[in-house]
């Protein structure tokens, strides 16, 4: 457990998974994580990301930097949710600003276009924006129409956000989800793309 480089990407990519096995840990069921190293890593990374938040909300892709990374900055707001649903102490004020920084730049009208510019990033944004309460059905509505012609990864976003605020009704959602492909390529095309990254949203659908 280790964070080679300390981007924002990264030490989000490796807070997020070991937040999600926080339970199995503790239960034993992976005798080969300790809780108390598992928590020792989370704080870390959790403080990490804080670190690297501008007063604007957003998340600078590297340390020190004073450029935002509007994916960087979803990614991160996502890690911290994710790390304050199982108990981390994760300043809430530092997640609802970046929640309206990743708003406002998905919704005003003078959002810059390459934000949205790969519709994979803008799923991880309603998502996020979902998991932090700050997604409404209306706000999610002219999003999901988009839906039949999405790539797997963002319909597996979409599904998890539809089913996070409960947009489908349960049938709808079970054929959907049932219907999803879990991807097997080797790789992925795009800036910031991630093959691992695409399978667990895929994973996390089904």
């Not at 199995?24 to 704080?43: A, S, Y």
């Not at 934000?115 to 998991?131: C, D, F, H, M, S």
Request: glycine share 6%; proline share 4%; hydrophobic share 40%.
């Amino acid at each position: 457990m280790t964070y080679p480089f300390g981007c924002i990407e990264q030490t989000s990519s490796a807070v997020f998974p070991l937040v999600a096995i926080k339970n199995l840990v503790t239960q034993g069921v992976i005798p080969e994580i300790k809780p108390e190293d598992l928590d020792r890593f989370v704080k870390s990374g959790v403080e990490r990301i804080l670190s690297m938040q501008l007063s604007s909300g957003a998340f600078s892709y590297w340390p020190r930097q004073n450029s935002a990374s509007f994916w960087g900055s979803v990614y991160a707001a996502f890690a911290l949710e994710k790390a304050g649903q199982v108990g981390y102490d994760v300043p809430q004020a530092s997640i609802q600003k970046a929640l309206k920084y990743v708003r406002d730049n998905i919704f005003k009208s003078d959002a810059k276009a390459d934000n949205n510019e790969q519709e994979w990033i803008k799923g991880w944004a309603i998502l996020t924006l979902a998991e932090g309460k700050s997604l409404s059905h209306q706000d999610f509505e002219p999003i999901f129409k988009t839906y039949g012609s999405a790539d797997e990864e963002t319909k597996a976003l979409l599904l998890l956000t539809a089913q996070k605020i409960g947009y489908l009704p349960a049938k709808k959602l079970g054929a959907e989800l049932k219907a999803l492909k879990i991807s097997d390529q080797s790789v992925y095309s795009g800036l910031k793309g991630s093959v691992s990254r695409k399978q667990a949203a895929q994973w996390m659908a089904t």
